[in-house]
């Protein structure tokens, strides 16, 4: 959010955070639901690379689709391990995950 807006709203009364600072997470857990964000959108981008359906996908993972739709939505009933693992069974590399992970979205300010 750019200064002006941040301060255009607080002059309104909201109060402007990150969502970590919302959810009250402390880093690690804020670096948590990061990774498995990063982890959704990596399954995500790669299914559509690959051409997949989330059904697909589901079958090479030993899932459902609504599961599949979940993990990609980033439902927090959805593992890392699962995560890990579908990325994987749809040709993701290891190096893809490490790339993934590396590029994650910050819930708090860096």
Excluded at 12 to 28: H, I, M, P, R, S
């Amino acid at each position: 959010m750019n200064s002006t807006k941040k301060a255009r709203l607080e002059a309104a009364g909201w109060k402007v955070g990150t969502a970590a600072e919302f959810l009250d997470l402390n880093k690690q857990q804020a670096a948590f639901v990061e990774m498995k964000l990063a982890l959704a959108r990596c399954l995500h981008a790669l299914r559509i690379r690959r051409k997949l359906s989330q059904s697909r996908v589901a079958e090479l993972v030993g899932s459902s689709q609504s599961r599949v739709a979940k993990m990609e939505s980033g439902d927090p009933s959805v593992s890392i391990d699962l995560l890990l693992r579908a990325v994987l069974a749809i040709g993701g590399s290891p190096a893809a995950v490490v790339r993934a992970l590396a590029s994650r979205k910050k819930l708090t300010p860096a």
